[in-house]
């Protein structure tokens, strides 16, 4: 679905552009898409000389889901010194979080086209576990416990 636009980036950017064909949800459950996608990248970083890749120009790149599977990569190689760091992580409308469904940004957006509230809500269920019957108390926000609102409040909040 995206081969056109890495195309378009590898060309126009003059770079080598790797595109991991991850394992789907719901068939496919949390942590199969980050396990491939991480595990590609470590290859890749660890055979950058084949593909004639200079290690100091890696990013990683990902949108919608793979945005937040790419969040997860660069945050699992952050501490790695056995591996080239990367350069820079690109996220395009990441799924980051999972905590409040009600924030402003979903409020604002909730009836815009493609990606709908509701459908937002939905998905991060099928990717963590196939199950969508939870949908109403993760819309409510009656999904987390409390103390676990109180403690990333200061990230997770309408302020």
């Known amino acids: 679905t995206h081969e056109k636009l890495c195309r378009f980036i ?34 890749f970083l660890q055979h950058l000389q084949l593909y004639g890749v200079d290690p100091a120009r890696v990013t990683v790149c990902g949108d919608s889901a793979g945005g937040n599977l790419a969040a997860a990569v660069s945050q699992s190689l952050a501490g790695s010194s056995e591996l080239p760091r990367l350069r820079a992580q690109i996220l395009i409308y990441p799924g980051l979080q999972a905590l409040d469904f009600n924030l402003p940004s979903y409020q604002q957006n909730r009836g815009v086209p493609l990606l709908f509230r509701e459908r937002a809500a939905f998905y991060m269920l099928q990717y963590l576990n196939g199950n969508a019957t939870k949908l109403e108390e993760v819309l409510e ?10 403690k990333y409040r200061k990230w997770v909040s309408p302020d």
């Open 141 to 150: 926000g009656s999904h987390i416990p409390v103390d676990i609102k109180l």
């Open 10 to 43: 590898a060309r126009e950017s003059e770079s080598v552009v790797v595109s991991v064909g991850y394992r789907l949800a719901p068939e496919h459950k949390y942590p199969a898409a980050y396990e491939d996608c991480l595990s590609a990248t470590q290859h």
